[in-house]
């Protein structure tokens, strides 16, 4: 036998006893957490060395005699640790660097980290999620909005690009929560209402984003889905620079034209604005280049972003600088069908009325810039001054042709109308805030705490020189005739919209805490606030119609090919030269809103309370800018809210929490409802309503939750909420007019169910959560039915009747998986991202059973990253991967509508509108000092 076959498994014993693993776990030792990226080598053989994972476990080889294992982190003490036995499970306490600012030590923020999100969840006093700045930046999300719809209980509504605008919290529509920027409120751009559109802010600029789910006395009291928090990026413990610069495509566009027009040609100001109200406009006063339609490739896309954060002066002053510059191409192809309800019969069945082909390009230009100053006079007093301003343009054309649809339509050899429209829009939105804050510490052992807060707050969103270009068609036998310019009522319109929101605010808390140095504690806390808003809305538009010299006094018709080849060859007149100014969206708005509050907290052992009366007031008015005989051009809403609320938080044992919340929350109208416009519709007349109640809710959580590891986390909650007067949009009869009105709607109740979970393993993680929301609300529809009387000539007649309902926007299904993976030797970050929204109420209709719902939508991302050398990163991110369509769909099927062009079942119903947005990709690099 040879002797090699006989030494071979003695020499692999003998390499196994010399050679073995020391395996064990890095923390930090103050607060318990993993520490992910922590180099560890040994002292005598440096090159042999390894990092820690996601779950902060290592494991490392050691040689057959005794070494002593080096550890070191950044911003913590590196340490040395004698290791004499190679099975030794170790765990490994890493200190915290700290700065001693005389007598003031700062530790570095822990919540802009996994950890640390964990653990400000697991030690917070009411329910609250968090996302770490370290997530956001692995995510594949660029924009706030984003971001908060991978949370858990949130989803969001989405923009005609397919990117998040507005968070739902809790099944609760956007109107129900409120945003907070370093916990101060911050106004709304949005022209009628006071909810904020979250992808106006750009991602990086957060340290980490909370959404708080249960309210404390301590906090604002109109969120009954929760609150929104933006914690900017703060000043570092040591200094600390970073930068970013990307590009990317969106798929999109490699099938079709960009198209795109001179937003330098718009008129920042109407004539109406320029001019003066007694001047009347005219053709001159409007650039022609506005409607110049261009196609071509859409150029590449740039991101970039920039901070610089450091600690001066003996470090006392801390400085955090911080930029992002967006610029991206996005759009969608649409399929659109206008719709009605059939009255001939008493079907109550939707009947498709047009199809609508459109296709959205858009422009995007979002650059966010934040400046965070603090100042430390003393251990015990600090003042810090935050500014930020946020700027998100869009520019967008939408160009729609309409296919008039007719029972026993026939594309090939039918008769139909034929209409062409495109829209040139720009909007910008602007966000500005400063903030001024102190924090002091009065008394032995510091039992008496202040904190205020005095803040400027504006808004603003332009719309200048939108407009509108209208032509038409007819099809004779299949084949189109000449385009020509719409006469009736017009063929092109240019409108100016403006507003702003300003606020001016100031808070001040105080804490006193009675027993510092007892085995249980309690504190009293009391404060208040007190917001001055005002509010101003200018609406203008020109209305045109097509204009031949050579015959003035005719209503022309102006022919394609002929007359015009683009929009900015047609000739046009000023049909209405005042403009609207007489519009109700021209007012001025008001709100101010005091409040204080009583609190106190008492802590024992394994038990927290925490039970807290707010009162609020209210004085919330209008002034229309026009008078409008017969309406009420002035109004004013005054009311008084008691908000109590008890948070029980009980840990039997260590890493276990149960909570137990209860809290009373209120929801304004928005600043438009309460005004008496009319906007006359086809079918019916919208207008405001001056007597909408706010509405109250009384909101219960439970929430049981386990940190089996500080990164790691399960929980389970459950809640509930039952509104007094909820505020929703639907059809009132008033004599012989049917109104669509913002209108309280008795009482509904929410109720549902979350789970969220996290888990680590040495490379890989999981994250997972799921919520089940379920709502009940009643609304009155009109339905049509059968004229019991036959000698009647009316053979159909409209009742009212009673609906049960969910409530709008509501999902009962939202989902979401994240699997991570990290090599942190070779330096790589992955994570795919799926994220799940199930279908949802869109839209009410008047009639019954003919709501327009959202399908459900399922988005799946991936992000990359690779470290390399010098403090640089290259990653790439995907988003939208397999471009799932925005599809939106009635529930009732009309047999008649088959033989329409297009028409589409979809969940045994009736298809109404397709979106497609195409994938997004981007690649680029990241630089960190």
């Not at 109720?751 to 490379?763: A, C, Q, R, V």
């Not at 699997?819 to 942190?824: A, D, F, R, S, V």
């Amino acid at each position: 036998m040879n002797i090699r076959w006989i030494l071979l498994p003695a020499l692999l014993l003998v390499s196994m006893q010399s050679v073995a693993a020391v395996k064990g776990i890095v923390k930090d030792a103050d607060t318990g957490e993993e520490l992910t990226g922590v180099t560890l080598v040994w002292k005598e053989y440096p090159v042999n060395g390894t990092l820690s994972g996601l779950d902060g476990s290592f494991s490392i080889e050691k040689f057959d005699r005794s070494h002593i294992l080096i550890c070191s982190y950044l911003g913590y003490t590196t340490a040395e640790y004698p290791v004499n036995d190679a099975n030794t499970e170790l765990t490994i306490l890493l200190k915290p660097l700290a700065i001693r600012i005389d007598e003031v030590v700062v530790y570095g923020t822990s919540g802009n980290s996994d950890n640390g999100a964990r653990n400000i969840e697991k030690l917070s006093v009411n329910v609250m999620n968090i996302v770490s700045a370290k997530a956001i930046e692995l995510s594949p999300d660029v924009t706030v909005a984003n971001v908060i719809g991978r949370m858990s209980g949130v989803a969001v509504e989405r923009n005609s690009s397919g990117d998040g605008q507005y968070a739902i919290l809790r099944g609760m529509d956007k109107r129900y929560n409120y945003t907070l920027v370093n916990g101060i409120k911050i106004p709304s751009p949005d022209n009628k209402n006071r909810f904020v559109p979250l992808d106006i802010f750009p991602s990086e600029l957060l340290d980490r984003l909370e959404v708080t789910k249960a309210l404390t006395a301590g906090m604002e009291g109109d969120a009954v889905g929760g609150a929104v928090n933006m914690v900017m990026k703060d000043a570092p413990a040591q200094r600390q620079i970073t930068a970013n610069l990307s590009s990317g495509y969106n798929a999109l566009y490699l099938e079709r034209d960009y198209y795109s027009y001179n937003t330098h040609a718009i008129a920042g100001q109407s004539p109406y604005e320029i001019y003066g109200e007694n001047y009347p406009a005219k053709a001159r006063d409007f650039n022609e280049n506005v409607v110049k339609l261009q196609a071509g490739n859409a150029p590449p896309n740039l991101f970039a972003g920039f901070s610089y954060g450091d600690r001066l002066l003996k470090n006392r002053l801390g400085i955090m600088l911080a930029g992002s510059f967006q610029n991206s191409y996005r759009g969608s192809n649409s399929l659109y069908f206008n719709h009605t309800t059939a009255t001939s019969d008493a079907s109550n069945l939707p009947v498709l009325t047009s199809l609508n082909e459109r296709t959205y390009s858009e422009r995007q230009t979002r650059y966010g810039i934040h400046a965070k100053l603090d100042y430390r006079f003393s251990p015990r007093h600090k003042l810090q001054w935050y500014n930020a301003y946020m700027d998100f343009a869009n520019a967008q054309v939408r160009d729609n042709t309409e296919t008039e649809l007719n029972i026993g339509y026939d594309p090939a050899n039918g008769n139909y109308n034929l209409g062409f429209d495109t829209r040139f829009r720009m909007t910008r939105q602007q966000i500005m805030n400063s903030t001024l804050k102190g924090l002091h510490y009065f008394l032995p052992d510091e039992k008496l705490k202040i904190d205020w807060s005095a803040a400027y707050s504006k808004a603003f969103n332009e719309a200048p020189d939108n407009s509108s270009v209208f032509t038409s068609a007819h099809v004779q036998n299949g084949q189109m005739n000449a385009v020509s310019v719409v006469t009736t009522p017009y063929g092109a319109e240019r409108r100016w919209e403006h507003n702003n929101d300003r606020d001016w605010a100031g808070y001040l808390n105080l804490l006193y805490a009675a027993f510092p140095n007892r085995d249980y504690k309690i504190d009293f806390s009391a404060g208040g606030m007190y917001r001055d808003k005002q509010r101003n809305n200018f609406y203008n538009a020109y209305l045109f119609l097509p204009y031949d010299e050579d015959k003035p006094s005719m209503n022309n018709n102006l022919i394609k090919g002929i007359d015009w080849n683009d929009y900015s060859e047609i000739r046009f007149r000023v049909h209405n030269p005042y403009g609207s100014v007489g519009n109700q969206l021209n007012y001025d708005a008001s709100e101010k809103i005091a409040a204080v509050y009583g609190q106190v907290q008492w802590q024992q052992q394994q038990w927290q309370v925490i039970a807290g009366l707010r009162l609020e007031n209210t004085r919330q008015g209008y002034l229309l800018e026009h008078a409008i005989e017969g309406v009420k051009n002035e109004g004013e809403q005054q009311y008084s809210d008691w908000l109590p609320s008890l948070h029980i938080k009980y840990s039997p044992w260590e890493n276990n929490n149960f909570r137990v919340s209860y809290y009373r929350s209120l929801n304004r109208p928005g600043f438009f409802e309460i005004v008496p416009y009319q906007i006359l519709n086809e079918d019916y007349t919208e207008r405001g309503n001056p007597e909408l109640k706010h509405t109250v809710a009384h909101n219960v959580d439970f929430r049981y939750e386990y940190f089996p590891r500080p990164s790691e986390q399960l929980m389970i909650g459950l809640f509930y909420k039952r509104l007094h007067d909820p505020i929703e949009y639907g059809i009132l009869a008033e004599g012989q007019g049917t109104f669509y009105s913002p209108t309280n709607f008795g009482d509904a109740d929410n109720y549902g169910l979350e789970i969220d979970f996290t888990k680590y393993f040495h490379s890989f993680g999981i994250k997972a959560n799921y919520t089940f929301t379920q709502s009940q609300i009643i609304t009155t529809k009109l339905f049509n039915y059968d004229n019991p009387d036959p000698a009647s000539s009316e053979k159909i007649l409209v009742k009212n009747v009673e609906q049960t309902r969910p409530l709008h926007g509501q999902a009962k299904h939202v989902a979401n998986f994240s699997l991570l993976y990290k090599n942190i030797r070779h330096g790589w970050d992955g994570q795919l991202a799926l994220s799940y929204t199930g279908n949802r109420l869109y839209a009410v209709s008047r009639y019954l059973d003919n709501d327009i719902w959202q399908g459900g939508y399922l988005q799946t991302d991936i992000s990359l990253e690779k470290k390399i050398k010098y403090g640089i990163t290259i990653f790439a991110k995907a988003v939208s991967l397999l471009d799932t369509p925005m599809t939106l769909y009635l529930e009732k099927q009309n047999p008649a509508n088959e033989k329409v062009q297009g028409y589409e079942k979809y969940k045994d119903g009736t298809l109404v509108r397709r979106d497609y947005y195409g994938q997004n990709l981007q690649i680029g690099l990241r630089y960190k000092l």
